[in-house]
């Protein structure tokens, strides 16, 4: 079973207790400093994903840097993946329990990139489009691009509409190899 997929279980097993629970927004938040401390910790990060073998050293770990700042279910659900010998999945707990927010939540987040600067009309007519398809309210994110050299790309939920010309290039090219 894939890495990723073994976090996904865990975080939609949190996700689900804490939802029971009424503490949903104290996991949030919870998963907020857990991301803010694997990306100013990087040597915690690093610990987590390098290979051990000593679980109490790991568990002391997890109770030092992570236990002590998080509500008890996160607290747990993070000594448990320790336990498992899953230590090198909690750097992406954070993306994980996202990516569960917006499947079970009312909005999801997108990227716009393009090539230049987008009017905020455009942008307000593809957020209503991608509103109006997915039947959520859409947080965008705006990024230039200039690689794309023209046109746009969106990326949302793991998927994206390349309407850009390096795109384009890159599938005639693909094209013109296939036959």
Do not use: W
Not at 18 to 32: F, M, N, P, R, W
């Amino acid at each position: 079973m894939s890495g990723r997929l073994v976090v996904k279980r865990y975080v939609h097993a949190l996700f689900d207790v804490a939802e029971e629970a009424s503490v949903l927004d104290e996991v949030k938040g919870d998963i907020a400093i857990l991301a803010k401390i694997i990306a100013e910790a990087p040597q915690i990060r690093n610990y987590c994903l390098s290979p051990h073998n000593n679980r109490s050293e790991e568990k002391e770990f997890v109770e030092t840097a992570f236990v002590p700042y998080l509500h008890d279910f996160t607290g747990r659900m993070i000594l448990v993946f320790c336990e498992n010998g899953r230590l090198a999945g909690i750097p992406f707990i954070p993306a994980a329990f996202s990516e569960l927010l917006e499947i079970k939540g009312d909005t999801i987040s997108a990227v716009l990139e393009s090539a230049a600067e987008i009017s905020p009309e455009t942008i307000d007519e593809i957020i209503s489009r991608l509103e109006k398809h997915s039947g959520k309210k859409v947080r965008m994110e705006a990024r230039i691009l200039p690689k794309l050299i023209g046109g746009f790309r969106i990326t949302r939920q793991n998927r994206i509409l390349d309407l850009s010309i390096s795109g384009r290039i890159k599938k005639l090219r693909m094209l013109l190899k296939q036959g």
